[in-house]
């Protein structure tokens, strides 16, 4: 049987998940702003998005919209990175087979970035569509909806719709009703830590 989708509350979760991302940009980076916003040819439909990923601070997520959704930019910390492959029993795809993502991405295996400290992925639940709240830290108490992720908690991502979570490389874990991991968009990421999403240059690895 279809499972009902409370629109209302997927609108509310949505903009409380892409508020939680925009504040951390309000408070640590807000002299800096300007250098996120689209170009004028980007704000065209479908146009490639640029961002300056040098200045996020370790855990810090930003969001930016392209083609209408939002793409999440996380900067993972060292803790984080280093412990990617510790789960891989407890994930439900882990080597993203099932998936979507450019095939460059795929061959970085549970890192799932062009580098790994610098995360991009679609932040739309492969359920229904909310957007997941990023938990980023690894052994945190992280709660969300009163949902305490636990002390074994690897850093990721969390969907309060309905209880589907994900590692920090948006690969979701089994017993959820997601059933792929998060996408990740086609994008470049050059040595000065400009992230171009929507441009599919397998060059420019940082
Ligand atoms: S939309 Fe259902 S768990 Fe995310």
């Given amino acids: 049987m279809a499972e009902k989708i409370d629109h209302g509350r997927r609108r509310l979760l949505t903009a409380a ?62 803790d984080v990175i280093a412990h990617l492959g510790d789960h891989n029993e407890l994930l439900a795809d882990p ?32 359920h229904l569509g909310c957007a997941p709240t990023s938990a980023p830290v690894r052994r945190g108490e992280f709660q969300v909806a009163g949902v305490d992720l636990g002390k074994d908690w690897p850093g990721g991502f969390y969907c309060a719709c309905h209880g589907s979570k994900y590692d920090a490389s948006g690969r979701v874990f089994k017993n959820v009703p997601a059933p792929k991991n998060l996408t990740i968009p086609p994008y470049a990421l050059g040595k000065d830590l400009r992230i171009v999403v929507g441009v599919d240059d397998a060059s420019q690895n940082a």
């Fill in 95 to 126: 080597n993203s087979d099932n998936s979507v993502q450019p095939d460059y991405i795929k061959a970085t295996g549970a890192a799932r970035a062009r580098n790994p400290e610098y995360w991009v992925g679609l932040g739309v639940c492969t």
């Fill in 17 to 78: 998940t892409v508020g939680t991302g925009a504040i951390g940009v309000v408070f640590a980076a807000v002299p800096f702003l300007a250098s996120w916003s689209p170009s004028a040819r980007a704000r065209a439909l479908g146009a490639p998005v640029e961002l300056d990923a040098s200045k996020l601070e370790p855990g810090q997520m930003v969001v930016v919209a392209w083609r209408g959704q939002p793409i999440y930019v996380v900067r993972r910390t060292k």
